[in-house]
């Protein structure tokens, strides 16, 4: 295959899986701002923060009010990681690889996205407007990735975009569970009180997450509810999960071709590291510094496939294949 | 329930193809004529909104961008179609024949032992004043001695009837796509009619298309690619197309590189080496070292690849100079040169503005003429003399004198007309028809092509971008 085609494979996945997941960030934060005590400032930064926009956000607005964040997430053009610019991106991507995906892959995200940059146009929005808008990019994801698993073939292709897909999940999911850090009690008694446990229910159910964890667990509790967003084996959000699928992809990818053995090497170790570390270790470490740590080392994966399949320089393949 | 009928059909003063002057059906529309008048009005409009539906959902689109977003448009298609009867194909295909044999000629001769231009009959400073002529390519012998691989050839029917060569296109004719999806569109509206009518097909195009482009490379399982300049390119939609109904790799510039005299492919499993590309860009692009040093989309050290054999390129660099409009002038006595045969296909006259009697005739009469440059395409650099003002004839007439070598003139011909479905009723509409021509083994002429048609009243322009449509074009066998 292609590296272009690759890369635009992986990209495409990655844009809409980032769509969603903004969506998502925006999701969690109505949530958790429902759930303070009337009275309080709203808190927009913290999702700011913990998905690393603050500073782009900061070149355009003064401050984060609500009406700033909920426009510069969801459709300005300054904003690279706009629920817009995604699927402009994921769309262009689609494009130039019509002649390899589905029929109905693109028909879906093309009207996807003209759907998402009408909307943009609308002046007057009030907060339920805002509601359903995140509600719809997530079904038009959702549709997506439906539409994926029923018309690909289960080829090289296909295992590029569930990289691409799970790579992207993997870092937004330890950006939900960030925010909650970023997140201001009113005053420091409140932790472990009840607020506090309905901030941990809301970054359940922005991954939704929330009946999954419910069936297992029976008290709402910050370790176990890290435990399962981390490292939890079976949940299709989860950090452990994601890489997991990640690598049941790489590793198809890379089955016959040296090329992605550094890629294939950093991804195991840090899946074997979370196999290996129990929910005390994390809280041990520090859970900021260890979601943080982890973003890191998945930006390495990102960057090492990239390197093994997407920008082959000529240098490496005179080496590479012996040729005079 | 109201029949179709053509009773009120008005063909004008023009050469009408579906019906003589006395109203009698031409051969080959009879059966057409009959299974529509016992279709009912309705039914012929759900036709054809069914048939722009498709069109959409297909993303059959040429793409107009602006502002960075980007808008695709269809090609609207009529679904009267444009009916070729199988004696008037013959001739036609045989003239196409001849002259893209007699142009193949010409070309390998213009870049070798320029025979033609020692026996004087084309000047040589027509032939090497022009853009289209490449110096780089002097002393090629592109594999099998192909250089035209594809060709469109832009024809139009006079008021006679007479089949005339408007253009030859010999670098990267574009339209196919809209031939192959035509035939699908139509085969659904008229599943009867289909049944009925021996209609030659044309779905096998990109297998003869890919058989060609494995021929020229010589090998027996070479790699083919097809080059696009990408996705912002208007035809890029037929790019990805063509690609995918051969089972190919679509590439771009930026997936290719020359390494160790091979032009490779960068993939996931490291480099692949390519055996033969589809260019759908532009020759003076191909490679910025070689040609133009502007190009972005190009492939530094191709043309090297290419001069040392271990590439084929379709169409060959060069063959642009066939597609001068003053070379055009002359391609009569080229097939007389080459062939020793009398051409089977005319072209439009043409006056050539180098040549004095020509030239004096040209700035008298400008005001009946269509004035044309040499190098332009797509309607550009032309002066339509009947539809212009009195300034402009005169800005042309200083244009010409000041080089004459640049400029041809031909009288306005009337196209002529097909029935066409505006609002609820059939109007005649100009047309002219696109074939075709696949040059491997042998010449292969494609029997169908596109019809492309002024959708606009009265109009001449059948260019998509200025209102032009197309219909599907049925050759009987």
Known sequence: ?324 | MKLNSFDGYDIGMFFDEMFFLNGKTREGYETFREELERMSKEELLDKQHAAERTLHSMGITFNVYSEGQGIERIMPIDIIPRIIAKKEWTALEKGLIQRVTALNLFIDDVYNEQRILKDGVIPRHVVESSKGFLKPCMGLKPPKDRWCHITGTDLIRDDKGEFLVLEDNLRCPSGVSYMLENREILKKSYPQIFERMDIQHVSNYPIRLLEMLQYISGKSNPRVVVLTPGIYNSAYFEHSYLAQQMGVELVESSDLIVSNGRVKMRTTKGFETVDVIYRRIDDTFLDAKAFNPQSLIGVDGIFDVYKSGRIALANAPGTGIADDKVVYAYVPRIIRYYLDEEPLLNNVHTYICEEKEDCKYVLDNIEQLVVKEANEAGGYGMLIGPKSTKDECSEFRKRIQNNPRNYIAQPTISLSRVPTIVEEDFEGRHVDLRPYILYGEKVEVIPGGLTRVALRKGSLVVNSSQGGGSKDTWVLD
């Open chain 1, 1 to 324: 295959m292609l590296s272009r085609v690759a890369n635009s494979i992986y990209w495409m996945n990655r844009y809409v899986e980032r769509a969603e997941n903004y969506a998502r960030f925006m999701g969690v934060t109505f949530n958790l701002i429902l759930d303070l005590p009337p009275g309080g400032q709203q808190q927009w930064e913290p999702m700011l923060l913990a998905s690393g926009d603050n500073h782009l956000f900061y070149k355009h607005y003064d401050k984060p009010a609500p009406e700033n964040v909920l426009r510069f997430i969801s459709f300005d053009p300054n904003n690279p990681n706009a629920v817009l610019s995604c699927l402009y991106k994921a769309r262009e991507n689609a494009r130039s690889i019509r002649e390899i995906i589905s029929k109905e892959m693109w028909e879906h995200l093309n009207q996807f996205y003209h759907r998402i940059r009408e909307l943009s146009g609308k002046k007057k929005w009030n907060m339920d407007n805002w509601q359903d808008f995140f509600s719809e990019v997530k079904m038009g994801s959702q549709l997506f990735f439906g539409i994926i698993d029923s018309t690909i073939t289960r080829n090289e292709g296909w295992h590029f975009g569930r990289l691409g897909r799970y790579i992207e999940r993997a870092d937004k999911t330890s950006r939900f569970i960030d925010v909650k850090y970023f997140i201001l009690l009113p005053e420091t008694d409140f932790v472990g009180s009840n607020y506090d446990q309905l901030q941990w229910s809301a970054v359940l159910k922005s991954v939704s997450a929330f009946n999954m964890y419910r069936q297992t667990h029976r008290s709402i509790n910050p370790s176990e509810i890290v435990e399962f967003l981390v490292l939890g084996r079976e949940f299709p959000r989860s950090i452990y999960y994601c890489l997991q699928q990640a690598e049941l992809s790489l590793k198809k990818i890379q089955s016959d071709a040296p090329l992605g053995r550094p890629a294939v090497k950093l991804l195991g170790k840090l899946l074997s590291h979370l196999e290996y570390s129990d929910v005390n270790d994390i809280f041990v470490f520090g859970l900021h510094e260890y979601l943080d740590n982890f973003q890191l080392s998945l930006n390495k994966v990102g960057d090492a496939v990239f390197d093994a399949y997407f920008a082959l320089k000529p240098v490496s393949e005179s080496a590479g294949t012996g040729e005079q």
